[in-house]
Every structure is written in structure tokens, then in C-alpha cells.
């Protein structure tokens, strides 16, 4: 077989060093209050600062406001479902700190990556065994005839 053909044979995956089951603590968005009232305002959160308000005053059944304690688990935070945590790469370059992390972290290619650099990111991540979350993306399949 010829070394391309090897090389799509024999794909070298690294398993993932963390496996301890994340756990969400609230996944719902803290809306800003009166964000479901008026039109003008809109939902994205801000702190509530008027004398009476009732949320800043965390009155029973009023919505909840964000604090320190809805924090998730340090080891899991920013940790993917299959295992690494991202790492963004916008060169070749960008894949060596990687090489020997690649069971803790995983490539993603930059949205501003030109297509044959993206091929040249994607062959060196082969190559070093380096998990890309996007390696499709912006490369079109070339059927030659």
C-alpha cells in the first residue's frame, strides 16, 4: 500500500485523561427581569439596582439572580462530552504545545483559517495524533475525474 493509504488505515487516537461524569448545576439562562414584560429590554442578564426591587431583594417566587455558588466543578468546567478541553489553533505552529497534551486537550481550527492552512493543520494533527473538533469545516470534498 502506499503511505497515504497507510496513513488513512492506521489512525492513532489518543483516549481522554478525564473521566469524571460532568454535572450541570442550572442550565437555564438567568433572563434579565422584566426582559419577558417589555419588548425594549432585552433578555440578557444585568443586575437589578432599583431600592424596591423585588429580585434584587430575592422576595419568595420572584426569578433567581446568578451567583458564585451555580458554579460548576473546576475539574470539569470547560471539559467537552467526549473528554478534552479545547485548545484554539490558528497556525501549524499552534500544534506543538499539544503534542504532548493531546489526551487532555483538543484542537479547534480557528474561524478565520484559510482552507490550505486548514489542510496543513489537519496533516500535522494526523501526523502527532492530535483529536480536531472542526476538521471539516470550510473544506470542500475535490472529486477528480
Given at each position: ?15 481522554p485523561v478525564n473521566k469524571i461524569p460532568k454535572e ?35 422576595f419568595k417566587g420572584n426569578q433567581l439572580m446568578p ?33 504532548m497534551n493531546n489526551r487532555r486537550y483538543s484542537a ?38
Amino acid at each position: 500500500p502506499t503511505p497515504i493509504a497507510l496513513e488513512k488505515m492506521v489512525r492513532i487516537v489518543a483516549r481522554p485523561v478525564n473521566k469524571i461524569p460532568k454535572e450541570k448545576k442550572y442550565t437555564k439562562q438567568f433572563k434579565r427581569h422584566h426582559s419577558d414584560r417589555y419588548h425594549r429590554i432585552a433578555t440578557s442578564w444585568r443586575q437589578p439596582k432599583g431600592i424596591d426591587n423585588a429580585v434584587r431583594r430575592e422576595f419568595k417566587g420572584n426569578q433567581l439572580m446568578p451567583n458564585i455558588g451555580y458554579r460548576n466543578n473546576k475539574k470539569t468546567r470547560h471539559v467537552e462530552r467526549d473528554g478534552p478541553k479545547r485548545f484554539l489553533v490558528f497556525n501549524v505552529a499552534d500544534l506543538m504545545p499539544l503534542m504532548m497534551n493531546n489526551r487532555r486537550y483538543s484542537a479547534e481550527i480557528a474561524h478565520s483559517v484559510s482552507a490550505p492552512k486548514r489542510r496543513a493543520i489537519l496533516k500535522k494533527a494526523n501526523q502527532l495524533a492530535i483529536k480536531v473538533t472542526n476538521k471539516d469545516a470550510r473544506l470542500k470534498k475535490v472529486e477528480h475525474e
